[in-house]
């Protein structure tokens, strides 16, 4: 390829800008020169992105939570409009954030810039008219769940998930206990409460009640808090030094603090998957506004809401959503597993059965192999 390429590339959330920074530096092992600029997080600019603006500002869950970053929304909305006019990139890559991406997508095709979807919105679980709207908007998508390719036709690609290339603890469990600062012997519950404000809100409260509980039944237990780079710690540790407990905040090495936790509290979504290629029993959570959930909860029809066990097609791990997530719900969750050893690696082996369905690794390698064919005018 002789002229030098644009690619405009949005992300409008942590785990977007965790694959979309994979994504770009393997597209510059096959294109050395190409020229990346959009919206995303710290793993894009540190991937070598020019960032137009932080995604931190448009990120939200839910229906209710949209109307807090309305004006933001709107701005960067605005300034992707004029990116798009002003340097008129060769390709507009979109991952997941449909309600934004969607919009920007087809403004790009209006411009005559081609688009590819990287990663699927959740169109198994509502708005399925959504598919035809992006196999009409898209010269490609490519899925990283098993299930999606075959919603698109021929438009959609499996290119294996992109976790499997970069979920792995760097340290062996011992060293890492030590470097972490944790006792050798004494349990280890690893607390993520989600990557955005709003989730945050919600959840976190729930679970340093949770953890008082489960200290009283084991006065040994140890708390991890891996911090999403979307979070911002000084908006976490007074609510956390308000309880006593002494949880250890993990701003690096996440997948170390996970990997030799005996049991981890999680938000649904990405960090499903991470904790479960990482082998780690957990609790799938998650909590919304009132509002948020009743409308959801109309329009959404899925059997489970953590991704792991909708790969496994199976229950494999508990869940607890809205009103079923108390203090002492959790406790008991949690409390069943470190008890039981035996039921503890009856989990990991299941959790790794339904991590063998998502691929090998090299995702983010064939999804490359992707982008260029279709600059090259062969996608």
Known sequence: MSDQKSIMIIAGEASGDLHASSLVLEIRKLIPDARFTGIGGSRMRDAGVDLILNNREIAVTGFSEVFSKVRNILKAFRMVKETMRMARPDLLILLDFPDFNLRAGKTARRMGIPVIYYISPQVWAWRRGRVRTIQKLVEKIMVILPFEAPLYGDKGVFVGNPLLDVVRPSLPAGEAREQFGLRKKSPVVALLPGSRENEIRQLLPIFLKAAHLIREQVPDIQYLLPVAPTVSEEKIQPMIQETGILIRLVRDRVY????????????????????????????????????????????????????????????????????????????????????????????????????????????????????????EGKG
Do not use: W
């Open 256 to 375: 170390d603090a996970i990997a030799l936790s005996d049991f981890a509290v999680v938000a649904s979504g990405t960090a499903t998957l991470e904790t479960a290629i990482l082998g780690v029993p957990m609790l799938i959570v998650y909590k919304m506004s009132r509002m948020s959930y009743l409308m959801a909860s109309r329009l959404v029809r899925v059997p489970h809401i953590g991704l792991i066990n909708m790969v496994a097609g199976e229950r494999i791990v508990p869940e607890l959503i809205q009103d079923q997530l108390t203090p002492d719900r959790i406790m008991k969750e949690v409390l069943h597993v470190l008890k039981d050893r035996v039921r503890s690696a009856e989990i990991s082996k299941k959790l790794k059965q339904a991590v063998s369905r998502l691929g090998g690794p090299g995702a983010s390698a064939r999804a490359a192999e992707v982008v260029v064919q279709c600059l």
